[in-house]
């Protein structure tokens, strides 16, 4: 709290000073003109002057190497964690960490969040944009709460679609190849009056793995749909107004969801995810930004199960109620030897129930269940950014959600849990001299959900020029997750209806068991200090980017959530990271370039579960080479062991445009070989193999344009 107090007095005694010593009038759009990105500050800074390290994967490089989806683009990521538990199940984490359930990193669409704040997660199968229609993916890789708030805990991954003033004409495109993958799109991009507009469609499907490791099929093939529409629309004065609607339905297999069930769980699912802002000039020095989103996730997941007849007896779920650990030995088959006082009615209930049942109460008894939910989010946002003068700008910002989760399965008795979620943020870059740049960052964050009245975060990073083509940098920042309803607020009870039999007179009945956690959980915490080095070195094509990192981790949650867990959640957990990251790019002429990723990662944990997406050494190379008829690359993917396995992949791409009249087509042929089955962690004593029955895989593209 003193260091955020601290932080805001500085912010005003530098506006103050930047604002008396002003020489000059610095018009806002003239920062339009500077080469630069939108960063962790949502200032817009040249990458020399951002403070901390950045992946831009660019709409070109995802072409070029034959990236379909957006989370295969995250391997070209220094330090970022990517594997799967299946072939739908993406597992993804920057600086790995809990492979379970990765929830420690922001990820946003044109500034939207996707990231689920109900179950804590993101569903990246799902993601209702493909790679087509993805102007750049930007990759801030630092702790970024004072700038997105709470969960922007290791990083933030923006993926920017393009401007509609791009994708004029009509665009196609059709990938087939092994593994049934098959994706097929197409859009249509126009105007009129002063606004551009994109509409798109999509169909991706695709097989997954062919074998777990009983050597059984494995269900994780996925099939999506996928339809948006976005628009730019520009007015006199520099005000712009920008709509995009991203919609996504389609089924996604999946293997299990208890020990009795009947049946394949599978998933279907449903994202809605839109968004309205308005940007504006208020003078030659200040920008208002206003916008509004709406975001909606709908799954429904239903299967039969098939348990003993005893797990659905109503005085075994009244003797779990009054005391869980009693309940849990006769759903064992264990007598207790001892019996409180004020548990023995209930016992003599389920005793009396049992001996009238018989034998029968061990049977199989079926049921219909079911875990389905919808998630829904309310954002209004609005940030000003202001020129106090050619070395101080200043951007603040208010954000105000509502979430809302209903579900009857994991909200027993309300079918609804709700939270709202209010931040103010500000960051200001200070330029003293023209080699020197400060940049101070502070957010205060309440919710409803948590104990304290509100949680701050901070950052504190300099940057300093060495020469025009290289600086180096220290930065030290703070960021924090908070618990997401299934942490601290389930009731999860599954409902069971057509049961083969009736109970009780009625044909639906509850599983005995409830999960609650007792326990009210604190935000998981971070606080990273961070020295790097940047170069651009134009002459000889070359760009380098080197950072080393030191991560404190506390307070976090990394017990595994299992329904029929006695145990509650707890902020016992600890980690500490630290290590260093290289990216380069090397463009020494025209027809070649080679790109570098490369992360090594020292974990330090006592907790089992934070090293199940750990990799020491994780890294990326791709070779390309420019020729008359198109491009050929040549690419390498891999890890030391992430997810209990040595992770190698080798890709080979060739892409040749072609030009039929007004038109372009370009052809690309995809060559992928795995070395090894791939693993994934589950518990200490089991991992899931994934496995290919072979280990080359082949992918056919065609791109059409009609301009």
Known sequence: MRKTMFLLGTLLVLANNAYSSEIEDIEFNELESIESIITATKLKQPIKDVPASVTIITSEQLKQYGIKRVPDALELVPGMAVAKASGNDYRISYHGTNGLSPRRMQVLIDGVSIYRYGLASVDWMQIPVLIDQVEKIVVTRT??????????????????TKHTSKTQGINGFLSYGSLDTSMVGLSKGGSFGDTSYRVAISHDEGEGYDENYLAIDRQDAHSIDRISWKSNTMFDGGTELNTGVFYSTGDIANEYADPYQQEYPHIEVEDLISHAGLAFDINNKNRMDLSFKYIRMDRKQEWRTC????????????????????????????????????????????LMRLFMMGNSVYEPLCGDLNQNYVEKRYVFEVNDTYVYSDNFRLVTGLHFAVDRFESETYAFETGKLSSDYIYWMTNAEYKPTENLSINLGAIFEHSNRLREDYYDSTRIAVNYNLTQEQTIRFSTASSIRTPDLMENDRNWSFLGR???????????????????????????????TEIG??????????????????EDLTNLISERIDFFDLASLTNGGEARLKGYEI?????????????????????????????????????????????????????????????????????????????????DLEVEFKVTTHFGDYGYIVDPKFAVENKFDDSTHYLLSLEYAIK
């Open 583 to 663: 990216q380069a790019e090397y463009n020494p002429n025209k027809q070649w370039s080679a790109r570098l990723a490369y992360g090594y990662l020292d974990s330090e944990t006592e907790e089992f579960f934070e090293e199940t997406l750990y990799a020491k050494h994780k890294g990326s190379v791709n070779l390309l080479y420019r020729f008359d008829a198109g491009t050929t690359m040549l690419g390498y993917y891999g890890s030391s062991k992430l997810s209990s396995v040595p992770y190698r992949r080798y890709e080979w791409v060739t892409r040749l445009p072609f030009k039929l009249g007004g038109s």
């Open 498 to 528: 057509n049961l083969d039999q009736e109970l009780d007179g009625s044909s639906e009945a509850y599983i005995y068991f409830n999960s609650v956690n007792a326990d009210e959980l604190e935000p998981e915490e971070i606080r990273s």
């Open 533 to 550: 080095y940047y170069g651009n070195f134009s002459d000889i094509g070359l760009k380098l980017d080197v950072k080393l990192f030191h």
């Open 307 to 350: 348990p003993p007849t005893l797990a659905w007896v109503s005085e075994l779920r009244d003797l779990h109620f009054a005391n869980p650990e009693l309940a849990a030995m006769f759903a064992a088959g264990i007598m207790p030897t001892e019996v409180p006082p004020e548990d023995q009615p209930f016992v003599d209930a389920l």
């Open 143 to 160: 702790p970024s709460g004072t700038t997105y708030g709470a969960n922007s805990f290791f990083a933030v991954v923006n993926i920017i």
